[in-house]
């Protein structure tokens, strides 16, 4: 088994946690890949993998590695799938605001897979920073303005926001209908990942942007709990249009202040400039533009 060999079994024995399954997945014996990442441990002089009886764990030297290995073999892949654009193939690896994942690209998922028999997708959920070289991770997705850095940003488009609130808040405090309205009014306390701080509330009043904060009595770092809060009734939140078109229209939620919406928001994908000729990435990139766009305002 030549080096490459011995990264694919290691990948796969990582990510199925299990070596019986590794092996029965790459069509080799369990003695012989056991063998085989005994030999790799050997000859690296260190240990990669903690086993137990029930499964296999990496061990800080061997999710090292792991994240390594994937950057070195998809970089392979791609070299070897460059000269066949009509095949794609292997792994990618992607992260996605939760919410976005399944209102938008699961949907549609099972069409991309279709086309691409080849590619399988890992999907992380979150709306944190992520160092993509470091976590083995492709392309992000992610909503606002972005902080400088070496990354390739694509923009998808821009998503209309509006202010929002429950029919019952609504009836407990009062509709309003100007800004100077909002004294005794309250909002769910969104803290940002990037500043670790409240987001104001933003108002476009006369072509500027005005910022206001109001109480909050719960703060949340998860768009999914701001989203539950705000139909139980916890005060005003923003949030994309797109996110609660279905609440609107069942009347779970009633949008106010339309004639002052806060700042749109950019959607964008990015992803390391090792993988800006990947054909995994420029057929996921493509297929974003393809069923987001619609959804979305021009960028």
């Known amino acids: 088994m030549d080096r490459f060999d011995s990264m694919r079994l290691f990948t796969r024995v990582v990510e199925r946690r299990s070596f019986t399954a590794a092996a029965a997945d790459l069509g080799l014996p369990r003695s012989s890949a056991t ?14 993998l903690r086993r137990t009886t029930r499964h296999v764990a990496t061990t800080p030297d061997g999710e090292a590695y792991y994240q390594r290995c994937i950057g070195i073999l ?31 690209l699961l949907p549609e998922l099972p069409a991309l897979l279709a086309r691409h028999p080849g590619l399988s997708v890992h999907i992380g959920e979150g709306d944190r920073l992520v160092d993509l ?3 083995g991770v492709d392309c992000v997705i992610r909503a ?20 929002v609130a429950s029919p019952a808040y609504l009836e407990r405090h009062g509709v309003p209908r100007t800004l100077d309205d909002l004294a005794g009014h309250m909002m769910i306390g969104f803290v940002s990942s990037r500043t670790r701080q409240v987001m104001p509330l933003e108002f476009t009043v006369d072509g500027k942007v005005r910022e206001v904060v109001l109480p909050s009595r719960v703060t949340v770092v998860n768009s999914d709990t701001s989203a539950a809060l705000v139909r139980l009734g916890f005060g005003l939140f923003q949030a994309p249009k797109l996110r609660y078109a279905d609440d609107i229209g069942a009347g779970r939620l ?8 806060p700042t749109p928001t950019p959607i964008s994908v990015l992803y390391p400039p090792s993988r800006q000729l990947s054909p995994r990435v420029r057929v996921f990139v493509d297929w974003l533009v393809e069923i987001l766009g619609p959804k979305l305002e021009p960028a």
Do not use: Y
């Open 35 to 48: 063998a085989a990442i005994k030999e790799l441990e050997k000859r690296l002089g260190v240990q990669l």
């Open 74 to 104: 998809a970089d392979i892949e791609d070299a070897e799938g460059g000269f066949d654009a009509r095949e794609v193939r292997g792994r990618l690896s992607v992260d996605v605001n939760g919410h976005m994942a399944r209102t938008f």
């Open 133 to 135: 070289v470091r976590e």
């Open 144 to 163: 606002g303005m972005l902080p400088d850095s070496d990354m390739i940003v694509r923009r998808l488009g821009i998503a209309r926001e509006i202010t």
């Open 254 to 261: 009633v949008e106010v202040l339309p004639d002052n919406p």
